[in-house]
Structures are given as structure tokens and as C-alpha cells.
């Protein structure tokens, strides 16, 4: 087992496959800064560009890969949180403030996806996922309603926070998982096969979940079953998550990016210098991570592809 930081560069070795991930003289280097919070990226391949969430501030902002540039996309914007992309390359965005699934068309227009289930509003979607059937899987825990900072104080109508799946046909809103204390961030592995859920309940009270839980996927495509941890954090909880063509799965923490082999070793980490909370694989040949800290858009080539 080999471990070390590559001096300066902000990469930790746990083990050795993590050195593969990226060249020696790799950086990470910080694209903006100006956030209140930091979250939810998501690329756009077909006009090189990545939008993510500036929650607090109730913006979505807009890094332009073809010349550095950043702007406004969106404001104010229901106090967006995660988002990502569909098969046909339109936003999916959680707002916490309208407590909604959104979807924005290649017009503009703006089409709710789900806002309730069983008739009671959603707590407040937190993060996003398109399954390659075109099935949007989506985290409720209640961050937006419990105070005002990241949406507006409400009541609690769904009898917890769970995991839900919005079906791509009827549009019809299911949970898939009802154990969970404050489901975060999710990411499917490469097959679909398993389903990655991110608990932070830690941030409600110490002894609470802070790990990463494996599901499997049914035969059916459509329910859950067989829930193991995958990780425990270590440092802080994990929030947003992505996984590499490897099957690795890079999760934010408090500290920067851990990075998970598929069995579950921590083979390394990407230091961060700021709390990290989510981050996703863009530029031309996905194999540049950006990753939102707390107050700023960081980037760091690798040389492996997301």
C-alpha cells in the first residue's frame, strides 16, 4: 500500500491505482469565486459550458469553457440545488424554494416534473440523476424547508425524506426508498445495476448517518433493494457524487474529494480548500472535474474520463 501527497499538488495517495488517476504535474485550480454555497454542476458538451447552483444566493451561474468567462443563467432561480443533464441534453434542476423537479426545455420554458407525492408537496429536492431509460431518480430531504437560508421555512408533509423516481412514460412520481435520514446526492454505476445514495444526516445531529449506501437496481429497472453501506465519511458528510468509467466514485466531503474503487477501498483524495459539496466530470473528453466548493468553481484535468 503506498501513501503520500504529491507535493503541492493537493492529491493524496491512499493506494496506488489512485496515481493513475492523473498526472504528476495536475492542479487543481480554482475557475471563480463569489458563492454563497456552491452546488450541483452539471456540463453541457454541446456548448461547452457547466451550470451550477449558487444556492443561498438563489442563482444559477454559468462557467464558459471556450473562453473562462462566468455569468448569470438564471435568477432568481427557486433556490436551485442539484442538477444534471438528460439523454437529450436539457437541464434537470432540484428547486428547493418552489420544492419542485424542474425541467428546462431546449425553448427555455420551464416543465415541472414532480412537486408532490400522494398529494402532499415534496420537502425539497436536493439532487438528480437520468437513468438511460429516461427515468429521473431524485433526493427529498427537508434542507430547504427547515429554515430559511436555503428556501423558506415550511412544514414537513411527506412522512420523512426519501428517494424517489418519476417514471419517463405516465410521469408518475414513486418512492423507492423510505429509510433513509436525509438522502443527498446519487449516482448509478456504469451497468444501472446499483444505485448510490449519499445519507447526511450527521448535519441534524451527531451519531446520525454520514456514508454513502449501495442499492441494487431490480431486474425491473424500477425499485431498490439489498441497501449496504458503501462508505463512511471521513470528514464531515458526503453530499454530491459522481462515478468514472472505472466505476470510481469521486464524493465530496469536508475535506475534498474522496475517491471510492468499487468494492468500496478509499484509494485516495483530492484536497480541497474549501468544504466541497458536489462536483461532475465535463469538458471535451470528460476527463476534467469540477468540483463546487464553498464560495468558488474549482477544476482539475485528470486522466482518467468521467
Known amino acids: 500500500m503506498h501513501h503520500g501527497e504529491i507535493e503541492g499538488s493537493g492529491f493524496e495517495i491512499i493506494e496506488a491505482e489512485f496515481a493513475g488517476c492523473f498526472v504528476g504535474h495536475a492542479r487543481l485550480e480554482r475557475l471563480w469565486t463569489g458563492c454563497r454555497w456552491a452546488e450541483g454542476p452539471a456540463w453541457f458538451g454541446g456548448g461547452r459550458y457547466l451550470v451550477w447552483s449558487d444556492l443561498p444566493n438563489d442563482r444559477l451561474l454559468r462557467y464558459d469553457d471556450t473562453d473562462g468567462s462566468v455569468s448569470v443563467f438564471r435568477a432568481p432561480a427557486g433556490f436551485a440545488n442539484g442538477n444534471t443533464t438528460d439523454r437529450e441534453g436539457r437541464l434537470v434542476t432540484c428547486e428547493h424554494g418552489h420544492r419542485r423537479v424542474t425541467r428546462t426545455e431546449h425553448d427555455g420554458r420551464i416543465t415541472v416534473l414532480a412537486d408532490r407525492h400522494r398529494g402532499a408537496r415534496l420537502n425539497s429536492p436536493n439532487d438528480v440523476v437520468v437513468k438511460s431509460d429516461g427515468s429521473i431518480w431524485f433526493t427529498d430531504p427537508d434542507y430547504g424547508i427547515v429554515a430559511d437560508y436555503?428556501?423558506?421555512?415550511?412544514?414537513?408533509?411527506?412522512?420523512g425524506c426519501h428517494v424517489y423516481r418519476i417514471d419517463p412514460d405516465s410521469g408518475e412520481v414513486t418512492?423507492?426508498?423510505?429509510?433513509?435520514?436525509?438522502?443527498?446526492?446519487?449516482?448509478?454505476?456504469?451497468?444501472?445495476r446499483w444505485l448510490f445514495v449519499?445519507?447526511?444526516?450527521?448535519?441534524?445531529?451527531?451519531?446520525?448517518?454520514r456514508h454513502i449506501r449501495r442499492l441494487r437496481v431490480n431486474p425491473d429497472g424500477r425499485t431498490l433493494a439489498d441497501s449496504t453501506v458503501f462508505a463512511l465519511c471521513p470528514a464531515g458528510c458526503f453530499d454530491g457524487f459522481r462515478v468514472d468509467?472505472?466505476?470510481r466514485l469521486w464524493a465530496s466531503s469536508a475535506e475534498g474529494v474522496q475517491v471510492y474503487r468499487a468494492d468500496g477501498a478509499h484509494i485516495g483524495r483530492v484536497r480541497v480548500p474549501e468544504m466541497v459539496a458536489n462536483l461532475a466530470f465535463g469538458g471535451a473528453r470528460?476527463?476534467?472535474?469540477f468540483v463546487c466548493g464553498t464560495t468558488s468553481l474549482y477544476a482539475v484535468y485528470l486522466k482518467i474520463n468521467g
Open 245 to 247: 468509467d472505472a466505476d
Open 198 to 209: 449519499a445519507d447526511s444526516g450527521v448535519t441534524e445531529g451527531h451519531g446520525r448517518p
Open 175 to 192: 418512492c423507492v426508498a423510505d429509510d433513509f435520514d436525509h438522502p443527498n446526492g446519487l449516482a448509478f454505476s456504469r451497468d444501472e
Open 150 to 159: 436555503e428556501g423558506a421555512r415550511a412544514a414537513r408533509e411527506q412522512n
Open 286 to 289: 470528460r476527463n476534467r472535474l
